[in-house]
């Protein structure tokens, strides 16, 4: 179950902060089609996470065994947005587009500026 959360928190990060699909505008070609292209988090990036459960146990299977799946990912992405959004509004930002790269981050602060 940690597991699962954690990868959720993860997979929030990343389409917070990071991810990100190009496409070339004449053609159409990904141009984010392999990870040394495509920007994700990885677990070596990862901070630490102290994760805490109520687990409850199903009656449904023997094992009493419950799924997250990406539960996680569910808190960790506006968590995130949020945040960055707090800390940019004394320069007037009221919104961006995700992911909140440092490119997309000064657009935001420049178009506030205008």
Request: hydrophobic content about 40%; charged content about 20%; glycine content about 12%.
């Amino acid at each position: 179950l940690k597991g699962q959360i954690h990868g959720g928190v993860a997979q929030g990060l990343g389409q917070a902060l990071m991810e990100r699909v190009v496409y070339d505008r004449q053609s159409g070609q990904n141009l984010t089609g392999s990870f040394m292209d495509y920007s994700m988090p990885r677990a070596d990036t990862m901070p630490d996470m102290e994760i805490f459960s109520n687990p409850v146990p199903t009656k449904r299977n023997p094992l009493g065994a419950k799924g997250a799946g990406e539960a996680g990912t569910v808190g960790a992405l506006p968590a995130v947005v949020n945040a960055v959004l707090d800390a940019l509004a004394p320069l007037g930002v009221k919104t961006f587009d995700m992911p909140a790269t440092s490119e997309r981050i000064w657009q935001a602060i420049e178009e506030a500026r205008a």
